[in-house]
């Protein structure tokens, strides 16, 4: 006699095998029309749902989803996803919960909701990171129901979640560090002004200094490169005596650009991030520096507590000043 199987049932009630797989593992969007008509063509076969295969199911694991958006964008020997993906997945692997990887982008935030992502997939707890302030999905979490977890981006939702370091304090102690050794007019580097570490990062700078600079070169290291050139060619680059770059890729397409002027010696310049390539540029790059790998696995842990106990928490991983040749900061 011939095996009846889900392919006999979605065949007969007009509908996809993974409507039938929904309808036997009570998800919620399945609409009352198709699980009747699913459960009596299960009745009219004798189709009886296999239980170990049911417990198996990814509706019965809870699966956390690491979401990264943009990350075609990131240059090379920026390391930043893979360490947030590393950390994410080494704290994941000492629990009960399976681990997927998202890489999103605008084009897909707008042919599919987070929700609607998340519920195809059985997520239980997101963890995100990446988002622009005009993203659909930094939108979308404002009203957000499922636990979530963002790195490096304040979210206007209590019931979201916030690793990362205390970047506006960060960038502060930098600035004032700058001041202290005596450099008074510093160029603010900024990157992308539709991202919340922006914001926080430039309100640090602010803070210290009495009369700001700012421009932005959207986290590139190309358009530092050609912002440097452009102030230098309109006499505005004479104005400064320091460069504070909001992150390590800016601060290495100043330095290039710095070296090719020839006023390398006389323009100190310090990072953000501390990247790899920090430590290898010539001259050594002076930075701020932050842990990525702790603050995915922060994160992680944090993810799982909101999983378990319906509270989110916002926490600050430290950072350290790192000097190195290209700015004196001590």
């Known amino acids: 006699m011939k095996k009846i199987t889900i392919r006999d049932v979605a065949k007969l009630a007009g509908v996809s095998v993974s409507s039938v797989s929904h309808v036997f593992n009570d998800y919620e969007d399945i609409s009352e029309d198709t699980k009747k008509r699913v459960q ?3 009745k009219q076969l004798g189709y009886i749902p296999n239980s170990a295969a049911r417990s198996l199911s990814s509706k019965q694991m809870k699966t956390v989803a690491l979401i990264l958006n943009d990350i075609n964008a990131i240059a090379r020997g920026v390391a930043m996803p893979l360490e947030i993906i590393s950390g994410v997945s080494e704290y994941l692997d000492d629990t009960k919960y399976e681990f997927v990887f998202y890489s999103t982008n605008l084009k897909k935030q707008n042919e599919k909701t987070l929700k609607q992502f998340c519920s195809e997939h059985n997520i ?32 206007d939702n209590t019931e979201i979640g916030m690793v ?32 919340t570490v922006s914001l926080e990062r430039e ?32 006499n505005e680059l004479e104005k400064y005596d320091a460069i504070f770059a909001a992150s390590d890729l800016m601060a290495i397409g100043c ?29 050594t790059l002076t930075t701020v520096r932050q842990d990525i790998f702790k603050i995915a696995k922060v994160a992680a842990e944090n993810l799982i507590e909101h999983i378990e106990t319906g509270q989110a928490k916002h926490s600050f991983v430290d950072f350290e000043l790192i000097e190195r040749q290209s700015a004196k900061i001590f």
Not at 203 to 232: C, N, P, T, W
Not at 277 to 283: G, I, Q
Request: hydrophobic letters at 45%; aromatic letters at 10%; proline letters at 3%.
């Open 40 to 42: 009596e063509a299960a």
């Open 124 to 155: 239980s707890g997101v963890i995100i990171q990446g988002l622009r302030t005009t993203d659909p999905y930094y939108e979308e979490l404002k009203q957000f129901d499922l636990p979530v977890v963002a790195i490096d981006l304040y979210i």
């Open 164 to 195: 990362s370091i205390d970047n506006e304090k960060a960038s502060f102690e930098m600035t004032k560090a700058l001041l202290n050794k005596g450099f008074q007019n510093i160029l603010f580097m900024n990157g992308d002004p539709r991202a």
């Open 203 to 234: 309100a640090g700078y602010k803070e210290a200094v009495k009369k700001s600079h700012v421009v932005f070169a959207d986290y590139s290291e190309q358009r530092a490169f050609e912002m440097i050139l452009k102030l230098f060619k309109i």
């Open 255 to 283: 330095l290039k650009a710095l070296k090719e002027l020839e006023l390398i010696d006389q323009i100190a310049l310090v990072g953000f991030d501390d990247i790899t390539l920090a430590s290898y540029t010539t001259p």
